[in-house]
């Protein structure tokens, strides 16, 4: 299954055009990526740690759209942020380079300064994490998986407006498109993947959506005003004339952040899958979390939760052992337990003592040997 993209799968498996491109724009508006790019084993795969493929786009009970913030996603940074202490954050410090050896970590940042640690939890997207320095290198599987691994492309747009007007005409606010609408050159289709009503819960209205993936991309090359004329022209198609008259119209193009460098979240290619546990696995004094490294919700939110707890406990359990429960260990990775120290690949100044320092005794010895005789007579006239 790893062999093949989703969109094969959709070919073999899906009978009308229309069941396709649904599967085609979830994929999109899930990925950010084309059906054709991604892994048909890790989109399965993804869907188990979901609870199903419907869930993740059900606003129903443990779906992904059940829940929303009050006051944006942000809240979660700010709150946490007071109870950890704003002292103890770092910010604007990009890391550069990994490094470690037998006694511990050290962190250089883009800006000269130096951090050491015993043990260090690296929670980047895969695409950040293989723009770092490590010394010594990660494995090749880990290098290769993390080159196969990458990111999708989402322009988000948000729209207000004065009053709720879908929903006084009985439209939920949730479009899926397969790329209808109005169509402008160099673009293959029309703006938008997905939208969904956002309005705020002071009562504000406002619709969400999403320009995905390849067609994302070919719009991102037009300017603001010409993709909002096309976006407020194709979602007229669905709901009327009113949509032309918004308050507001804001965008935000998730592929020009310098440190996530796309969005919604990464998507495997086809035949990595085999060494897919490497991205979690700990090398040596590293460990890894973020949402990518999640067996439950990757790619959401919720698996950057259950990863962080992971590597949490994975660290502690080297630290302090006894401080764990037995729920704790159920959550550590078996192999995690097994090895009390998972070692780095060896540093290469061992291959100068294991290797080159026998190597060197036995010439020595050999050269001594067969000049014995010489060394003898040498010997024998500085003694006369
Ligand atoms: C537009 C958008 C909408 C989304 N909507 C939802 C949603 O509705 N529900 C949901 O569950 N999830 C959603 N997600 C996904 C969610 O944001 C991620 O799953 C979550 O943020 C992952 O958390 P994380 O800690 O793994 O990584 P991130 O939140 O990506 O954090 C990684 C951090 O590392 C920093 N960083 C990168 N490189 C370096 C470096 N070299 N040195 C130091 N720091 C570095 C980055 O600046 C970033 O702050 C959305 C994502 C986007 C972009």
Not at 160 to 187: N, Q
Not at 244 to 266: F, L, M, Q, R, S
């Amino acid at each position: 299954m790893d062999s093949i993209t989703m969109e094969t799968l959709l070919l073999r498996h899906l009978s009308t055009k229309m069941a396709q491109d649904i599967m085609r724009t979830l994929i999109r508006v899930t990925f950010g990526t084309e059906a054709s790019q991604l892994s048909a084993l890790y989109f399965l795969a993804f869907s188990n740690g979901t609870h199903g493929l419907l869930s993740q786009f059900s606003s129903s009970l443990n779906g992904a759209r059940e829940l929303r913030i009050k006051g944006g996603a942000q809240q979660i940074a700010l709150e946490l942020s007071v109870k950890i202490g704003k002292e103890c954050i770092i910010l604007n410090t990009p890391v550069t380079e990994i490094e470690q050896s037998e006694n511990g970590v050290r962190v250089s940042t883009r800006f000269g300064k130096i951090y050491r640690s015993k043990y260090i939890i690296v929670a980047l997207p895969p695409t950040e994490v293989h723009r770092i320095l490590f010394n010594p290198s990660l494995s090749l599987k880990h290098r290769q998986l993390l080159q196969r691994y990458p990111v999708g492309h989402l322009t988000k747009f948000i729209i207000t407006y004065p009053k709720a007007f879908w929903r006084e005409k009985g439209f939920s606010g949730e479009v899926l498109s397969y790329g209808g609408g109005k169509v402008e050159r160099g673009c293959d289709a029309g703006p938008i993947s997905a939208t969904y009503d956002a309005t705020t819960h002071h009562g504000h209205p406002a619709i969400v959506g999403y320009m995905a993936s390849k067609s994302g991309v070919q719009w991102n090359s037009k300017d603001t005003s010409c993709r909002k004329q096309s976006v407020l022209e194709t979602l007229s198609y669905f709901w009327g004339d009113w949509v032309h008259d918004p308050i507001d119209y804001v965008e935000k193009n998730w592929g020009e952040e310098a440190y996530v460098g796309g969005c919604p979240t990464h998507g495997m290619s086809p035949g990595m899958m085999v060494w897919f546990h490497q991205i979690r696995t700990p090398f040596g004094r590293i460990y890894w979390a973020g949402t990518e490294t999640a067996t439950r919700w990757c790619g959401y939110m919720d698996g950057a939760v259950q990863a962080g707890e992971r590597a949490a406990l994975e660290v502690l359990y080297k630290f302090q052992p006894q401080t764990l429960t037995a729920a704790d260990l159920d959550v550590i990775d078996l192999q995690v337990r097994r090895s009390s120290f998972i070692h780095p690949p060896p540093d290469p100044h061992i291959f100068r003592w294991t290797l080159c320092l026998p190597l060197f005794l036995i010439a020595m010895g050999w050269a001594a040997y067969t000049l014995r005789r010489h060394f003898w007579v040498i010997g024998v006239g500085r003694i006369a």
